[in-house]
């Protein structure tokens, strides 16, 4: 026991990318295994994942702030970068949702995927562990390895196994994920070089470690726009808040993604397979804004401070033009994509509230999101397989061929748009309670996104499950098998607990989201204390003053 405790987060990270390569191992001899054990394998592995997961979630204490389980190994020492993961309530939360995920998927798809089963196995497997290496990473350039890891295996995925114009989709959305992790990588070496500057040791550890520096790049002191430093000169702009706060602002914002820099979303959820649409959206998107919660705010809290305009606006116009937009789709599968947008900018909504109600529903917004948007893609996914088709006008009431599906859809639908008792209104209320503490106007033009996100949803619900059954081929469709049941009844168990319960989820978001909020207010505190330009302007004309009178003049 004390092995798998000391060594937890490593097992729950590294063991789907250790099946993957378990499997492939035959190949070098010559031998393929087949389809049906990679499959096999893959399913029982990712559940093993998800149970040493929940074995997570009962060692964590959620009464105690900082980051636990921390496993801490020298990697690159000369440079500062070494393998450091561990947890807070934030991050748990998401390796929880994202292992409970893939199991389902791979049962959702498992007669989905027709051709190069092996690959996709292998890709899926090579996912979750990119994904929650990246939830744990507490090593910034371990971080920014795992970020950029993930797009490999989702390029491929969406490459391979999507629809006709996935090549288009899949190069559009690593050229767009990847030209912001780039300029997140400048910002940064410029962090580290700072860091190294204020404590004469470079690292790349986020926090203080028992193996590592003892002071993390959070504390580092980064100014702000026209201080100065002791000398009085100005600090250079690459080392201020505001352009390093811009710079993982925008990797980060392209992935949530938010509004101008969410075209490649559409594209990407569309022609992806129903599996990849269910990760993209249930856990990938989350790396934008979990992002900004773990990095983004605590190391640059008054360029946040200064960005919140700017954020909230960009976030009601994902709000109100995500639901406008989804309303006008033709194509299911493109509707609960845009859907997303308009989620996502609650999500940013809440965040940037900077309060702890908004915090707190930020976050579990995320997972709820990634529930529900990924339970309607499974079920769009499943009425597809049946009638290769996805536009809502072929549809019209199929409640009668198919009363299961339609009471299934039914309620993820309602958890979508955030009905009482189901998981959306926990996160919703949250939010807009934190947003009207922040601002009054910001807060009732987000509520109207909320009426918007129940007219599209109701009305795509009506025009599918209900009316007549005018297409002959809609009269023969078949209900729910047992495997489709039992992935959905999976998806909406978690909705209704969170919906009716959510205090268990609540309670581990409790203290990282008070710590964060200190974090801020410390960095801000000892940013104002640098020196102001103001005060050393006002003190060289006091000593001009002065000179002036020793030579004699008349101070003016």
Do not use: C
Not at 132 to 155: D, K, T
């Amino acid at each position: 026991m004390g092995y798998l405790d000391d060594n937890l987060i490593s097992l729950v990270t590294f063991l789907p990318l250790a099946t993957a390569l378990g499997l492939l191992a035959p190949r070098v001899f010559g031998r393929d295994l087949p389809s049906d054990i990679w499959r096999g394998m893959a399913l029982a592995m990712t559940t093993l994942t998800f149970l040493l997961s929940l074995w997570m979630w009962a060692e964590f204490d959620p009464a105690q702030p900082g980051f636990q389980l921390q496993e801490h190994a020298a990697w690159l020492p000369a440079f500062g970068i070494n393998y450091f993961v561990g947890i807070d309530g934030i991050a748990l939360l998401l390796v929880v949702l994202t292992t409970f995920l893939m199991p389902i998927v791979l049962v959702a798809s498992w007669n989905d995927i027709k051709h190069s089963v092996r690959s996709y196995v292998f890709f899926m497997l090579f996912l979750e562990t990119g994904m929650i290496g990246a939830f744990v990473s507490l090593n910034l350039f371990q971080f920014y390895v795992f970020w950029e890891v993930m797009l490999i295996p989702m390029y491929f995925i969406i490459g391979i196994w999507g629809g006709g114009r996935r090549i288009y989709a899949a190069v559009k959305f690593f050229l767009f994920t990847l030209a912001g992790s780039l300029l997140m990588l400048v910002a940064l070496i410029a962090l580290y070089i700072m860091h190294g500057e204020q404590f004469g040791v470079h690292t790349f550890d986020f926090v203080a470690s028992a193996g590592g520096a003892a002071q993390g790049l959070r504390d580092t002191l980064v100014p702000v726009t026209g201080q100065v430093d002791a000398a009085g000169n100005l600090f250079p702009w690459w080392k201020t808040q505001t352009w390093l706060f811009a710079a993982f602002a925008l990797a980060f914002a392209i992935k949530v993604p938010m509004v101008p820099f969410h075209t490649w979303l559409p594209d990407a959820h569309v022609e992806a397979p129903t599996s990849g649409s269910v990760i993209l959206a249930g856990v990938l998107l989350k790396m934008g804004t979990f992002g900004f919660v773990r990095f983004a705010l605590p190391l640059f809290p008054n360029a946040a401070e200064e960005f919140v305009p700017l954020i909230f606006t960009l976030s009601l116009i994902g709000i109100i033009y995500g639901s406008l937009v989804a309303m006008v789709q033709a194509d299911i599968k493109k509707l609960v994509a845009y859907s997303s947008v308009a989620h996502l900018g609650f999500v940013m909504l809440g965040m940037f509230a900077l309060n702890r109600e908004g915090l707190e529903g930020s976050v579990l917004q995320m997972v709820n999101h990634g529930l529900s948007t990924g339970a309607l893609f499974l079920l769009v996914g499943m009425i597809y397989e049946r009638r290769h088709t996805r536009l809502i006008a072929d549809f019209g009431g199929i409640a009668k061929p198919m009363p299961v599906y339609a009471a299934l859809f039914g309620i993820v639908a309602m958890s979508s748009i955030g009905l009482p008792a189901l998981n959306g209104f926990v996160g919703e209320f949250l939010i807009l309670l934190g947003t009207f503490q922040a601002s009054t106007t910001v807060g009732v033009v987000a509520a109207f996104g909320v009426v918007l996100a129940a007219a599209y949803m109701l009305w795509m619900f009506r025009r599918v499950m209900f009316g007549p059954v005018d297409k002959d081929e809609n009269l023969g469709l078949i209900d729910l098998d047992l495997r489709e049941k039992a992935v959905m009844v999976a998806m909406i168990l978690p909705i209704i607990w969170i919906g009716i319960y959510p205090e268990p989820f609540l309670r581990r978001l409790d203290a990282p989201v008070t710590e964060l909020l200190k974090v801020m207010d410390n960095r801000k505190a000892a940013v104002a204390a640098l020196p102001q330009p103001l005060r050393l302007a006002e003190q060289h004309s006091v000593e001009e003053v002065a000179s002036d009178s020793d030579d004699g003049g008349t101070p003016l």
